[in-house]
T-cell receptor
Framework: GAVVSQHPSWVICKSGTSVKIECRSLDFQATTMFWYRQFPKQSLMLMATSNEGSKATYEQGVEKDKFLINHASLTLSTLTVTSAHPEDSSFYIC??????????FGPGTRLTVT | TQLLEQSPQFLSIQEGENLTVYCNSSSVFSSLQWYRQEPGEGPVLLVTVVTGGEVKKLKRLTFQFGDARKDSSLHITAAQPGDTGLYLCAGEMNRDDKIIFGKGTRLHILP
């Protein structure tokens, strides 16, 4: 099956700093990628839809200036958490869309803000 | 409003038993997917169903899509400890639309 990677796997940063998370499709091109956040024992919550070559579409309640998304190529999307705070600590997961309806997920990035 | 309701939320059974988990909605989905997620990892796609009444089998797992494409079930035969995990259903209401997730069923198989 299709492979999606994320980097880093986990990161600890201090409050007020910014963190960039990369999402790569390794053996296919993805026009559309999604970014999710998952809190412990909860389901995935869609944050934004990332489209190659255009601005990301953010879900209601997600601050676009805080969660910067860049989808500069067909194999890479990045999520930058700016001025991170402890409440941003979460498991961030990306996925890539294939054939317009099947998603393949990355392994996730665990962010801890101290 | 939760568009996709999964039940049960949590299930703990002995190895060798059978189980069924459900994913229900009042909305019609063009496709529905089941994922399995282990702690600290991303969800892994198990199956996609697109046709009402469709049944798909994956070894000991049987997936069914309701005739009206509003609900789905996952049946596991002779559960094994390796089946432990969070099972998520996700539906797409229209082609090219975003996918909606249920809250998941947390399954624990006791050896």
């Amino acid at each position: 099956g299709a492979v999606v990677s994320q980097h880093p796997s986990w990161v600890i940063c201090k409050s007020g700093t910014s963190v960039k998370i990369e999402c790569r499709s390794l053996d296919f091109q993805a026009t559309t990628m999604f970014w999710y956040r998952q809190f412990p024992k909860q389901s995935l919550m869609l944050m934004a839809t990332s489209n190659e070559g255009s601005k990301a579409t953010y879900e209601q309640g997600v601050e676009k200036d805080k969660f910067l998304i860049n989808h500069a190529s067909l194999t890479l999307s990045t999520l930058t958490v700016t001025s991170a705070h402890p409440e941003d600590s979460s498991f961030y997961i990306c996925s890539a869309l294939i054939d317009n309806y099947e998603q393949y997920f990355g392994p996730g990035t665990r962010l801890t803000v101290t | 409003t939760q568009l996709l309701e999964q039940s049960p939320q949590f299930l703990s059974i002995q190895e060798g038993e059978n189980l069924t988990v459900y994913c229900n909605s009042s909305s019609v989905f063009s496709s529905l997917q089941w994922y399995r997620q282990e702690p600290g990892e991303g969800p892994v796609l198990l199956v996609t169903v697109v046709t009402g009444g469709e049944v798909k089998k994956l070894k000991r797992l049987t997936f069914q899509f309701g005739d009206a494409r509003k609900d789905s079930s996952l049946h596991i035969t002779a559960a094994q400890p390796g089946d432990t995990g969070l099972y998520l259903c996700a539906g797409e209401m229209n082609r090219d639309d975003k996918i909606i997730f249920g809250k998941g069923t947390r399954l624990h198989i006791l050896p």
